[in-house]
């Protein structure tokens, strides 16, 4: 897939199509993909997308929408030749078939044709009965060892040779089995294909031979470009000859060869010794063109000839290294343009290649622009080398002035944070900023921030998109690189010192106030936003700026950019606060998938991460979910995005301490436990993954009802655990964990942490109902119980299983029913009580939780013990 094609706008184009095929249902859909031999990385990624979002959406269709599903559907097709394909390309077919989950997967191996194959299609063809055609499908099976493309090759051969011929006379087809048999054969099809060829005129296998190595398709206008003087003099009168021979198609002004192997054969009848000459002429012929550098397809073609050849000694001048040095860097850019990253790369490194030896002097800003782009272009894909540090090194110091370096120094920063290193990127990123003149206090704390937080607020009082777009444009070119820089320091202090990135949004808001608008204040709006709900708890506040930031999404010109960074600062933050919680991994989906549009492999990485999280709160099956985790590491692992890897590391552990299980498709992946994450995160001093780590431990002891456990961990990590986005869930668990300590210790500190709980969570159920209503009821029912209100707590425990069940999160009403269950048999009703822990086991057991369950299950048997009769019923039940 080359440029122009877009290509991760074309992944993208497939997973939208996919899930609308999966989610809506209607007519059922059949892709075909044929050659998945020949296809590269890229091509298999995805298909390899079109498995692993099929696998999403099926694993998260609701009972509602099953049916639904199953009007629908997509039929996947791929075939490959098992005798052509490389190991890497088949290993990731092979990954594909364990990726499917539970998508049905079935393999067929077709062999060559069979002589009765052969036999039958000859019979049709001739017109004649198959015990007339027997003896010729055995030579032709002889000759073709069924090879399809062999045997109609043949066929053509012996028809243009008259070996087989129709006869007036007998008015039949006659042929001479001797004769055929005694026919020489080449080793392989395009070998004997290629003997046909030789036997064309002369100017119309130049045309092939030209057509073969401008590829396998080519327009009349490029034709015409061609030097009558240097080919031939009528080039699209013998292309069309070409056609006639039926080895090339013509469909409107575009030639393309009517199989693969016709090209390959056209382009191995050019002798050896000449082929890179033929290369270099069809480039300078394709020069003629005015403008050459600004037609993406011509500056392309003109790229891919010179490339081919420019390692041949002598074949270039100085000065022809210099001009297709210069076409290389304008092939690299319109291959960005078109998302096509790996091209682009190979075409800055051919670039690259061309330099002089003494080009930093003598080709400055050529140098310069090439050494960035390809270090850019290695960002948007993840290509992240030790090539690209050291590129970057080598612009560094070779950079005439301080402004040459604020590229080469914010891809540093970027590359540091995608390892892990957040402090050193934060260290870095200050100093930079220190040059541009903004300058940050040393000791940065919850009063100056919340000072600066309550500011900012302040000067944004009603204000609308409207006057934001009306601001002047901020021009000063210093100014405008600081603000790319604190952006980049949001981003890189969120993980490290997330008060400074609270900080730093305020004061990009600040400068956009007095100093004029530009694109990175949008991004600015959007991480206030989140700073309003972990700073200074402005919720109403919060979700007017989170709108604002949102409605400069549709029609912005960086639209792409700015969705795959708004998951983490709105959706997953301040979204809760207005939109249901089942939305959230939606939002973050779509902002993978627009990072992985643009290039911003770090924020769709961070997208990626935050899919799994939120699916993770949001009562997602647990077992497709660590599929997608482990979907999502690879990534990681191949985008070199290590931090976040972990933290995504983190969300499969806890799935797997409350499932009991690994993942199928977790072989390979360096699973760690949360305790080895714990190691990681205190050496990296990654915040971000150590407060995930914490919260995910309280989590699981959550469920496994360790209260005392899980208090412990909140006690020991308390300023971890405030100002963060998962802190209503560390609010919520830590308030039950303390009501139940509560009623059995009496302790009055647990009391009132407990009483502390509701109170935080009463406002948020304003906010969103849906979200935060059942969370509040349990609360309400522990605090009623341990007050001793049993009627009230009764009443409680019912409505919070009827809220769980109305807004579909299995895991609360799980909890809700083992809950009142222990409630009801605690108050010796010990029937209604097994009933709920029964029911508690169902809902476990449909969210995935089997190392919960069988807990639950010897929690039950315990009890029963404790009674002197046995309940065949419960018997039954479990």
């Given at each position: 897939i080359g440029v122009g094609s877009g290509r991760n706008r074309l992944r993208y184009l497939f997973q939208i199509v996919n899930i609308a095929i999966l989610s809506e249902g209607g007519h059922p859909v059949l892709l075909f993909l044929d050659d998945l031999q020949w296809s590269d990385g890229f091509a298999l990624d995805v298909v390899s997308d079109v498995v692993q979002t099929a696998t999403y959406s099926e694993g998260d269709q609701t009972e509602s929408s099953h049916n639904e599903f199953q009007a629908g559907g997509l039929f996947l097709i791929g075939t490959y030749r098992d005798n052509e394909v490389d190991a890497s390309t088949l290993r990731q077919i092979q990954e594909m078939d364990n990726r499917a989950g539970n998508i049905k997967v079935t393999q067929l191996n077709i062999g060559a044709l069979s002589r009765q194959d052969i036999n039958m299609m000859l019979s049709f063809k001739l017109g004649m009965p198959i015990r007339y055609t027997k003896d010729l499908a055995v030579v032709i099976l002889t000759k073709t060892r069924g090879n399809p493309m062999f045997v109609l090759s043949f066929l053509r051969s012996i028809i243009s040779r008259d070996h087989l011929s129709y006869s007036m006379r007998s008015r039949s087809w006659e042929w001479d089995d001797w004769s055929l048999d005694l026919l020489s054969m080449a080793e392989d099809v395009a070998e004997f294909v290629a003997q046909g060829l030789g036997q064309l005129d002369k100017d119309v296998l130049v045309a092939c031979q030209i057509c073969?190595?401008?590829?396998?398709?080519?327009?009349?206008?490029?034709?015409?470009?061609?030097?009558?003087?240097?080919?031939?003099?009528?080039?699209?009168?013998?292309?069309?000859?070409?056609?006639?021979?039926?080895?090339l198609d013509k469909d409107g002004p575009t030639y393309s060869f009517s199989h693969d192997m016709l090209r390959e054969s056209a382009y191995a009848t050019i002798p050896v010794t000449e082929r890179n000459a033929l290369h270099k002429k069809i480039a300078e012929s394709l020069l003629q063109e005015p403008a050459v550098a600004d037609k993406t397809e011509l500056c392309t073609l003109a790229v891919d000839q010179i490339n081919i050849c420019k390692y041949v000694d002598g074949i270039l001048d100085p000065l022809e290294r210099a001009i297709f040095a210069k076409l290389n860097l304008a092939a690299g850019k319109h291959a960005i343009k078109s998302s096509s990253y790996e091209q682009a790369r190979g075409y800055f490194e051919a670039g690259i290649?061309?330099?002089?030896?003494?080009?930093?002097?003598?080709?400055?800003?050529?140098?310069?622009?090439?050494?960035?782009?390809?270090?850019?272009?290695?960002?948007?894909?993840?290509?992240?080398?030790?090539n690209v540090s050291t590129r970057l090194d080598e612009i560094l110091s070779n950079a005439k002035s301080f402004e040459d370096t604020w590229k080469a120094k914010e891809l540093e920063l970027k590359m540091h944070a995608s390892r892990g290193q957040y402090v050193k990127s934060t260290t870095k990123c200050l100093a930079v900023l220190s040059e541009l003149g903004i300058h940050f206090p040393d000791d940065i704390n919850l009063s100056i921030v919340a000072n600066e937080v309550s500011e900012t607020s302040s000067l944004l009082q009603d204000v609308t998109k409207d006057f934001l777009l009306n601001l002047p444009p901020m021009t000063d070119l210093s100014r405008l690189c600081a603000m790319k820089f604190m952006c980049i320091l949001c981003n890189v202090t969120l993980f490290a010192k997330p008060m400074m990135c609270h900080l730093t949004s305020a004061l990009i808001l600040k400068e956009a106030l007095l100093y004029g608008f530009f694109d990175e204040a949008v991004y600015g709006l959007a991480n206030f936003s989140r700073a309003l709900v972990h700073v200074t708890a402005e919720y109403s506040e919060a979700n007017r700026i989170g709108l604002l930031a949102q409605s400069f999404l549709v029609g912005h010109k960086n639209e792409h950019a700015l969705r795959a960074r708004f998951p983490l600062l709105i959706h997953v933050s301040a979204g809760v606060l207005w939109e249901p919680g089942q939305s959230i991994p939606v939002h973050c989906m779509n902002g993978y998938q627009s990072g992985m549009i643009v290039g911003d492999i770090e924020n769709a990485m961070m997208c990626g991460f935050l899919v799994c999280q939120s699916r993770l709160h949001t009562s997602s099956e647990l077992k497709p979910l660590q599929g997608t985790c482990c979907n999502f590491i690879r990534q990681m692992v191949k985008h070199n995005q290590l931090g976040v890897m972990n933290s995504t590391l983190c969300i499969y552990a806890t799935c797997a301490a409350v499932t009991g299980e690994k993942h199928d498709n977790s072989s390979g992946l360096g699973i760690k436990t949360l305790k080895e994450l714990t190691t990681t995160a205190n050496q990296t001093n990654n915040m971000f993954l150590l407060h995930h780590i914490y919260v995910n431990r309280m989590f699981v002891h959550y469920y496994f009802r360790e209260y005392l456990q899980l208090l412990e961990i909140a006690d020991a990590h308390k300023l971890l655990n405030e100002k963060r986005i998962m802190n209503f869930l560390r609010v919520f668990v830590v308030g039950m964990s303390s009501l139940s300590l509560a009623r059995d210790t009496h302790q009055k500190q647990w009391r009132e942490f407990g009483e502390q709980a509701v109170e935080i969570i009463v406002p948020l159920v304003n906010f969103s109902k849906h979200n935060f209503e059942t969370k509040l009821l349990l609360l309400q029912a522990e605090l009623h119980y341990l007050n001793g209100n049993l009627g009230e707590a009764e009443v409680a425990y019912e409505n919070s299983i009827e809220s769980s069940r109305k807004c579909k999160y299995k895991n609360d009403e799980a909890v809700a029913h083992e809950l009142y269950g222990i409630f009801l048999v605690e108050r010796n009703m010990f029937a209604r009580g097994m009933v709920h822990l029964s029911t508690s086991i169902s809902k476990y057991r449909d969210w995935g939780a089997e190392l919960k369950v069988k807990e639950l299950i010897s929690f039950m048997e315990g009890l029963f013990t404790a009674k002197t009769t046995w309940n065949i019923k419960y018997k039954q039940i479990t």
């Open positions: 073969a190595c401008l590829g396998f398709q080519v327009d009349t206008p490029t034709l015409e470009l061609m030097d009558i003087d240097q080919f031939v003099p009528d080039l699209i009168g013998a292309s069309d000859s070409a056609v006639k021979e039926g080895i290649s061309l330099l002089r030896e003494n080009h930093w002097e003598k080709m400055y800003s050529l140098s310069l622009e090439l050494y960035e782009m390809i270090c850019v272009v290695s960002f948007m894909d993840g290509t992240l080398d030790d």
